[in-house]
């Protein structure tokens, strides 16, 4: 997960600053990959591929590349242009947007329909420091998630430590903090690969987890990130799984709203795919594409 520096405003790697990018991302190709759930296929065979629905990647556009392979061959890019393909790969109708965080003096553009934000990055600062002054861009994403705007979706941070937690330099990631109790925010956690009753899946050793706050575990989920298959670690890439599975529940549930999305992704997720299952440690659980999209309608 990316950090940027709440001192400054800019992300610790860097110093430059990159105008807005809110673009459509380049169509995807619609294969399952071997990271994938296997419910993704199964959405859509059923016709729900995100269709109608808004994915906002924010992130880093223009620093460090890394290798990584999420469509069979290896490839290297910028930590944005992985989360955002991974987005695509999931939701392979959604209309993605890539929106640089270093463009922080304005506010995110919501679009018509459902429109989904991805987070996989932080911003830290000391304990009794005060918090971050945000500038407009986090402001607005922190007021949608409060006012269930959009689903907002935040990667859990590759501390090993609870969320709103203190980490091995001693600072804290606020915009996690500033998200907890958000009406239609998530955070999402990193299981070594995808769980299966016969087969369960433990929490990836680097991930942050739940800790013992309710309104935390509430609002917690974790995913599959198969360093093996994917050739990339962190929970930066479980926050565009689950990013790109409210996009395909929003193409099923047209009428819904941001909350009612993540209450569904929530409330269905699974327990019995996991190695040793604590609220505490991995939240509501396993987010489960399948159960969330049974229903004929939500509520």
Request: glycine fraction near 10%.
């Amino acid at each position: 997960m990316q950090i940027k520096n709440a001192k400054t405003g800019l992300a610790a790697i860097c110093g430059l600053v990159l105008a807005a990018m809110a673009v459509s991302a380049p169509a995807a190709a619609q294969s399952r990959e071997a990271w994938m759930s296997t419910d993704v296929s199964a959405a859509w065979a059923r016709g729900y591929k995100g269709q109608g629905v808004s994915i906002s990647v924010v992130d880093d556009f223009i620093n460090d590349p890394f290798t990584g392979n999420l469509t069979g061959r290896t490839e290297s890019k910028t930590h944005g242009r992985w989360t955002t393909q991974q987005a695509s790969l999931i939701a392979p109708r959604a209309t993605v947007y890539r929106r640089s965080y270093f463009d922080e003096f304005s506010n995110l553009r919501l679009r018509s329909g459902l429109d989904v934000i991805n987070l996989s990055y932080g911003i830290t600062s000391t304990p009794g420091s005060g918090g971050v002054d945000y500038e407009a861009l986090e402001d607005s994403i922190i007021s949608y998630a409060q006012t269930s705007q959009a689903v907002v979706v935040k990667a859990a941070g590759n501390e090993s430590v609870r969320i709103g937690g203190v980490d091995e330099y001693g600072e804290i990631d606020y915009l996690n903090v500033d998200l907890i109790g958000a009406e239609s925010a998530i955070f999402v956690g990193a299981l070594t690969r995808n769980g299966r009753t016969s087969s369960k899946a433990r929490l990836a050793s680097y991930s942050n987890f739940a800790g013992s706050n309710t309104t935390v575990q509430r609002q917690f989920l974790v995913v599959g990130v198969d360093e093996s298959r994917m050739k990339m670690a962190g929970t930066s890439f479980g926050a565009p799984i689950v990013a790109g599975y409210a996009a395909i529940l929003g193409s099923k549930f047209k009428s819904a709203t941001p909350d009612q999305i993540v209450d569904q992704l929530l409330s269905t997720a699974r327990k019995d795919t996991i190695s040793n299952y604590r609220a505490s440690i991995h939240g509501r659980g396993e987010a489960s594409l399948s159960r969330a999209l049974a229903p004929s309608r939500l509520d």
